[in-house]
């Protein structure tokens, strides 16, 4: 059989409807399961009232591309300051692995700080409740960190090295270096998933991200300990509304239990990937791209107000036309030059109004000639006349694939686009400017909430020792661990029990450092640059009264 995961949102008994079609069913929340199924069988999905919406599994790559103080997170550090460290407090990486021998992750008794690490690229025992990867827990990393040959009893690697990287900002203890190289909350403890497809590194399905969001809330819940949670994740392959299942999955999770969870904006701000414009009735629409060489698929994502139609013709490279297609024919397929062409005209969704045409190119075999390419956009009628394009993100596709005159508004990237996560751009601390890869918003009014460093980051390395990296991904953890200090002392020390969620994102914005004579929130920095000190400041001050008053009893 040809069986595929699908998303779905459901209602009643998911395992029996699961039954009866011979699939398997893994549940994420009370409303939203992932299904494996046989592909000839998903359109009698749409049939069953316990079926309330369907969404395909997309890809998402890590958006790869150090500064404490420029933070004001030393002083936080400081025992002459608020002494916080993250103890007590669990920091999960969803993300490319970890290099789990590296000092920086282990006790000053050798032991690990990793409390769980489930990889899901290795076959052998996965988590309860899910299909497949491997859980290894502490004891299994000790035991191997005892060993000679330690990848021989746990054989997980980092093979990328981003989420090393990623997790040695957020919470490395800078053992390496004396503490020199130390992260934001260097005493807390770790939980590790390692995403990807079989074996692959660069990307993951989004239905492996809701996967592992899942187990560490439910692992943090099943610890008691509250868990700040970095996603160094991103794709263009949606309406960048925060309305697909995916997106409405990770908001309904980060409202669970304690958690805090922090996604960066993506890096491309300057990469070319993303077209706004206008139809109006009468004017054909062209709009003109490029592609690198060496591309074997790449992707456009159209998004429009469904009141309008319009037909559209794709020109290749050397002048080669698809055809007009039109929504009256909702899949079409072209074959031309070696390639296929594949156009797709969606529907609204419960969550969504507008609509979806999704262009598909695949090298039959090779790749795609480079070269510049043409959409032309045949208005039927316009009523609203706004549309927007995405090309794939700079991991998938380089910046080397643009469009010829590109929009730098709304290019943060899915799935930062989701509520009540800590949306995160990125700048450059030794000038203090943004930096120009990352995202911007405004595109259905959605914001960075705030900028930490994110060039020349010095963190872990796969393979040990320490080495500079760049991009949003490296500015996101510093947000994770700010987000775990800020839990240590709000939950672990009992100053502020309930501080976690959407109350760290507002004393984040509210102690953010902001640059007199610039509006805020704004695209770029959002309400402004991290400074955990001026957070905590503010925090001090307002513990709530009853909380200062059992304190004064205390007394």
């Known amino acids: 059989m040809d069986r595929m995961e699908i998303i779905v949102k459901y209602n009643g008994d998911i395992e029996r409807i699961a039954a009866i079609f011979d699939a398997d069913a893994e549940l994420l929340s009370e409303q939203y399961a992932i299904l494996t199924i046989d592909r000839g069988f998903i359109s009698e999905l749409y049939s069953l009232s316990e079926i309330e919406d369907i969404e395909l599994p997309r890809r998402a790559y890590t958006d790869s591309s150090y500064s404490l103080s420029a933070s004001c997170i030393t002083a936080v550090q400081e025992q002459t300051g608020f002494g916080l460290t993250g103890r007590g407090v669990i920091v999960a990486v969803i993300d490319s692995g970890i290099d789990y021998t590296h000092p920086d992750f282990l006790n000053p008794d050798g032991s690990s700080r990793i409390l769980a690490l489930w990889d899901m690229t290795i076959d052998g025992s996965p988590p309860s409740g899910f299909r497949e990867g491997t859980e290894y827990t502490k004891e299994q990393i000790d035991a191997a960190l005892q060993s000679n040959i330690p990848l021989s009893v746990v054989p997980s690697r980092d093979y990328a090295g981003h989420g090393t990287a990623v997790t040695g900002i957020a919470a490395g203890n800078g053992a390496s270096s004396d503490g020199e190289n130390r992260g934001v909350a260097p005493d807390a403890d770790l939980l590790i998933v390692k995403a990807g497809s079989k074996g692959f590194d660069s990307f993951a399905m989004t239905t492996e991200l809701m996967r592992a969001l899942k187990y560490v809330t439910d692992k943090a819940q099943e610890f008691g300990r509250p868990a700040a949670i970095n996603m160094s994740y991103g794709m263009n392959d949606g309406s960048h509304e925060g309305n697909s299942l995916f997106e409405e999955y990770i908001a309904q999770t980060a409202a669970r239990w304690k958690t805090s969870v922090v996604i960066p904006t993506g890096n491309e701000g300057s990469a070319g990937h993303h077209y706004a414009g206008r139809l109006r009735n009468g004017e054909i629409t062209t709009v003109e791209f ?134 995160t751009a990125g700048y450059n601390d030794r000038t203090g400017s943004i930096a120009p890869f990352s995202g911007t918003g405004t595109r259905g009014g959605i914001l960075p909430d705030i900028a930490a460093p994110a060039v020349n980051v010095i963190s872990t390395r796969a393979g040990g020792g320490y080495d500079t990296f760049t991009g949003t991904s490296f500015a996101a953890p510093f947000v994770t661990g700010s987000a775990a ?52 400041a503010h925090l001090s001050m307002n513990i709530p009264p009853i909380i200062r008053r059992f304190q004064a009893q205390e007394l």
């Open 290 to 423: 490029f592609t690198a060489s060496g591309l074997d698929e790449f992707y456009l994502s159209l998004w429009k107000n469904f009141s309008d139609t319009f037909a559209a013709e794709l020109i290749f490279p050397g002048g080669r036309s698809s055809g007009i297609i039109s929504a009256s024919d909702p899949i079409k397929t072209v074959f031309a030059q070696g390639l296929t062409l594949t156009v797709f005209f969606g529907q609204p969704t419960r969550y969504n109004v507008d609509q979806e045409v999704f262009f598909t190119v695949t090298a039959d075999s090779g790749t795609i000639m480079p070269g510049l390419w043409k959409l032309r956009i045949i208005p039927s009628e316009i009523v609203d006349g706004r549309f927007d394009l995405w090309l794939p993100t700079t991991e998938e596709v380089t910046d080397r694939t643009y469009f010829s005159a590109p929009s730098e508004e709304g290019t943060i990237t899915i799935p930062a686009t989701a509520e009540k996560v800590i949306r």
């Open 485 to 536: 200090l800020m839990m240590e002392w709000g939950i672990i020390r009992g100053n502020a029990p309930f501080l976690y969620g959407e109350r760290i994102k507002a004393y984040l914005r509210l102690g953010a450092r902001r640059t007199a004579g610039m509006t805020y929130p704004n695209p770029f920095f959002g309400y402004g640059r991290l400074c955990l000190n001026s957070t905590m």
